[in-house]
Structures are given as C-alpha cells and as structure tokens.
C-alpha cells in the first residue's frame, strides 16, 4: 500500500478518489497542477464537471450507464481549471467493490489532453480551411458541394453555384506586392460573407478564386440579385497601403440539378459560364447555358492547335505600311501576326490574340514575331531600304513571361538589326493601369535605343502629365476616332487635340485606320506625320510588301496628290 501511494504520489497523471457516494477522499500532486485545486478546495466535496463542452447531462448519463454496467468508463471532454480556463481532459473512472460486490470507492485518473486537442484542431482546421481568409478551402467546399447536391435529390429545391474571379488582383500583386494582395483577398471574403445568408457559404478555392454555395434556391431572381451584391460590393474601392485600389468581379452561375447531374459537371459549368462573363467585359454575371460546352470544347481545340502551331510553321508574319505624308514614301511598318490553319484556314489574330494572352503562349508567339520582324528588317536594308521602321506589338503580359531587355538584346544581336529601326507599340490602357510600372520598364526598353509608341491612343484617357513621363517617340490616333471624325465632330476635336498635344511635346503621331480620301485630307490638314490604313494598303506578306518597297512610293505619291 505504502508503494502504491508513493506511486500515486509520483504520477504525472491526476488520481482522485472518492467513496461510494463520489465524495473526493484524496488527490494527488499532479491533480492540483492540472486542475489548479487542492485538497482543501475538494476533499469532502462532489466534484461536478462544470461547463462541459458536451454538455453536462449526457455526459454524466453515459458516465453512469457505463460504470454501472462495465465498472469503468472512460472519455474526452472540457472542463475549466480553478482559474477559468478551459482545458481538454481524458478522463478513466473505475469504480472498487468489496467482497460482496458492493461499490466501495471510485478512482479516477484524469489526462490533461488540451495541447493534443489544439493540435488535432489545427491539422484539421488546415485540411479544410483557407489559411488566409478562414473561408472553407477546395476540400471541404466539394464536401459541402456534395452534401448540398445530395439533399437536392431528396427534394424539390434548387441549389446555385457561383463561381467568382476577381478582375484585376494579378495587377494588384504586380504593383503593389503580395501583402497588399492578401490585404485584399481578406476584404474580398468579408464583403462576400455579408452577400448571402447563414445556409449559403462562400469558399476560396485558391489564389482569387472563390466560390459560393446557395441553399435551396427557387427561383432565378433571387441568385441573380446576390450575384448583382456580389459585384457591386467588390466594384467598391478597397483601401490598400493608404491607397485606393479598384477591381470587380466575373461571375459564372450553374443551377442544379437542371445544368447538371453531379457536382464535378456542375463546378465545370459554372466555370464555364464565368469565362463568359470575362469574355463579355467583365465586372458582370452569366448564367450556364448548354452552347458553352460546345464553345469551350472549340476553345480548348483551337488552344492544342496553336500550342503546336509555331512548331508547324503556321504562324505568318504580315507587314501594314506606314506612310509618310511630306515624302509619300513608306517609311515604316507594322508587324501583324497571322494563323495559317490547315482547316479553318486564316485564323483572325481576334480570334487567337485573347487564347494566347490567357494560356501564356503570347510569350513564345510574341517572342516569334520579334524574331521574324528583326529578320526582315535586316533583309529590307540590305536590299537598300535603309530607313526603314518596323514596329511590333508588345504586352506586359509578354515581359513577365521572359522577353526581357536581355532577350531583346540578343535577338537584335543575333540578327545584326540597329535598335533605332525596331519600334515597340504599348497601348494606352495597358499603360494606364500601371503607371510607375509603366515608366520604369519602358525606360528599361528604351534604354536599348528602340523606339516606342503608344497604340490606341485617346482610349485610355491619358492626362498631359503622365504622358510626358511616358519615354515615348510618337502617339498613334485609335482607329475608331479616325474612323468617325470625318462625320462625329467630337471624334475630329479629339484628333485635333492629340496632333496638337503631341506636336507640343515633339512627338510624331500616326493615324490608323485610314480609309477614305476625305479622312486623309483632314489628317493632313492637322498636321499629321504618318498615316496606316487600307487607303493605302492591306497587311500584306514579306514579299508582297518587298515588291511595294521596290517601286519606291511612286504610287503612293499618286494617292497622296489626289
């Protein structure tokens, strides 16, 4: 006996015990370090499982059935130490009979399991919650998804499955840093939780993805009024690093069962039909339809087809002419790329541009275009054309894929071309979403010596003082400005006012899209440096374009004297 108490004593494991009515008779050491009571605040007392988190009732009702039955019971819950603090226990209560089966004492050993809890609370919290946000994560969004689609089946309610990407957040990483981003998608989870109600539940599925559960739906109007509180609520500005930050959201809606038969098809679905509210501008909703299957399976199909369309010499390089209106010679031109398909024939660069600024393959496409233009540039001046400017597209999406001021200087490199006869065309919107971005890396581009142009200028708004800290050589009027002025007199004040501008800051401007012989003379009236448009010629291919070069603009001079 003196063994056992020295043993009890020595535990690290709480030891109560209590007679045959529970009343504590000893403790020992370790049951005063867990529980912070001693022997005078429960010797001769009940002790009572206060604020168990499973509830005082059932707990003490399955206690009692099992000691009663099996002379033993043992299980998990919480309770509160002497000081209020809630701690986890793991508790074994057996109870002693004498000879005559008579229950004499009751022992008890209790563990205090509460780092083992948190620590099982975490992993699981982890498996099944976004870290970031505390939204639930991909694996129980499907979980949920799936216990939803099956109590549809049960009954004649609906459920709606939105499917929600923020327009703009890769923007809001690349200016303003990660933080700023997580920033964001914490404002983002709060703003859409106030959107739907206690039985819907809204879930991140990764990067700036989210998606939302609503619970039976019955009619149509109802999604598409949260869907609308959705997007106005993320339209609002968000306050980032003492900075406004503005973005939106697309949205794609499937309803089940009707869209779809189970949940994989019906997350498909709803993706689908939020690419299509990214098609139609963005910052809005749409509802699943069945053709977007099939206009999905073409995309898919044409993007296999143009991963493997430079590989398959397909891709075509065509030249636009640039002239000049004082000498009413060519004197430059613009890239355009062009997809020779073996069975849809000439793919519009429409058409194929957008699929390749998604998927990534602008960079080796744009990369190929620079390639084949610096290769003709050569060509062109050792035939004697040694003024000649050929301009090319490029995007920011472009540099973040690998065509640095490195690579550009190897390709000039490789292909013996002078800088200061490669031109690169940036549109205005494109610039005006980063500014500072803007400036540091087209001063990085025009550092190598080439020469850079705004393109689709008049439709990003830029103000006079941005533009002068754009390192730019010329402004080319947007097509659909010249298109009109002849007729619209607010679209010829606005191509006044930009020759104007530009001539004020010695830049050269270019109109595009010229058609007619009446816009040429009002372009030429203003002041106009250079002029592009099937007035004068198509795009056209290296040769065809080699052939114009060799009459020397006579009949461009033709045209141009009217």
């Known amino acids: 006996m003196r063994l056992a108490a020295r043993v009890i004593e020595a535990t690290s494991e709480a ?27 429960i010797v001769g007392k009940i002790p009572h ?37 809630e701690y986890a226990v793991r508790a074994s209560i057996s109870s002693i009979k004498d000879e005559d089966g008579k229950i004499q004492r009751y ?50 309610k609906k459920i709606a499955l939105m499917f929600v990407d923020l327009d703009r957040f890769k923007w809001i990483n690349d ?35 989210f998606t939302i559960i609503m619970q039976d739906v019955d009619e149509e109007k109802h999604t598409r009024l949260v869907a609308e509180k959705v997007i106005e609520a993320l339209s609002e500005p968000f306050r980032l690093k003492d900075k406004e930050a503005n973005i939106g959201a697309s949205i794609g809606i499937s309803i089940g069962p009707s869209d779809a038969e189970n949940t994989t098809t019906l997350l498909c679905n709803a993706d689908l039909a939020m690419y299509a509210a990214k098609k139609a501008g963005r910052n809005t909703y749409k509802f699943f339809t069945p053709d977007m299957n099939e206009e999905a399976q073409a995309r898919l199909e044409m993007e296999n087809d ?48 957008p699929l390749a600024e998604e998927t990534g393959l602008i960079g080796p496409i744009g990369e190929f275009v620079l390639i084949a233009s610096c290769v003709r540039i050569k060509a062109w001046h050792d035939a004697g054309h040694k003024d000649l400017t050929v301009s090319v597209n490029l995007s920011s999406r472009q540099l973040r894929q690998g065509l640095s001021t490195e690579v550009i200087s190897e390709i000039l490199d490789f292909t013996n071309v002078s800088a200061e006869h490669l ?45 002068r800290k754009f390192p730019i050589d010329t402004l080319k009027i947007d097509k659909s400005f010249v298109h009109d002025m002849t007729f619209n007199a607010d679209d010829a004040s606005l191509v006044e006012a930009i020759t104007a501008m530009a001539r004020s800051l010695k830049l050269r401007v270019i109109a595009e899209g010229v058609e007619t012989r009446e816009q040429l003379d009002h372009l030429r009236a203003l002041g106009c440096d250079l002029i592009q448009g099937y007035y004068f ?23 141009l004297a009217g």
Not at 176 to 200: E, F, I, P, S, T
């Open 306 to 353: 143009l991963r493997h369309a430079i590989d398959r010499d397909e891709l075509l390089v065509y030249y636009q002419p640039i002239v000049d209106l004082k000498t009413g010679r060519v004197s430059a031109a613009e890239a355009l790329i062009r997809w020779r398909h073996p069975k849809r024939g000439l793919v519009s660069p429409v058409e194929f541009i």
């Open 175 to 209: 200016t303003l840093g990660h933080d700023a981003g997580d920033d964001l998608l914490l404002q983002v989870a709060d703003r859409m939780k106030n959107c739907v109600r206690r039985v819907d539940t809204v879930a991140r599925l990764g990067g700036d993805e």
């Open 107 to 156: 022992a008890a050993l209790i563990n205090d399991i509460t780092e083992r809890k948190q620590t099982d609370e975490r992993i699981r919290f982890q498996a099944n919650y976004d870290s970031l946000t505390g939204l639930p994560n991909r694996s129980l969004f499907l979980d949920q998804l799936d216990q939803a689609f099956d109590r549809v089946k049960r009954t004649n």
């Open 423 to 467: 031109a690169f065309e940036i549109t205005e919107s494109q610039m005006m979403e980063d500014i500072q971005g803007s400036i540091e890396w087209l001063n990085e581009i025009k550092g190598l010596g080439v020469r850079l142009s705004i393109d689709d200028f008049g439709t990003g708004y830029s103000s006079l003082s941005y533009l």
């Open 537 to 559: 010629s198509k795009p056209l291919q290296p040769d065809e374009f080699e052939r114009l070069l060799e009459r020397d603009g006579e009949d461009w001079c033709e045209r």
């Open 15 to 41: 030891v109560l015990i209590a007679d045959h009515e529970f009343r504590v008779t000893a403790i020992n050491p370790a049951f005063t370090t867990i529980t912070g009571y001693d022997a005078d605040d």
């Open 49 to 85: 499982l206060e604020d168990s988190r499973a509830g005082d009732d059932p707990l003490y009702a399955q206690m009692w059935r099992a000691i009663e039955d099996h002379d033993q019971w043992e299980g998990e819950f919480w309770n509160r130490r002497k000081n209020g603090e």
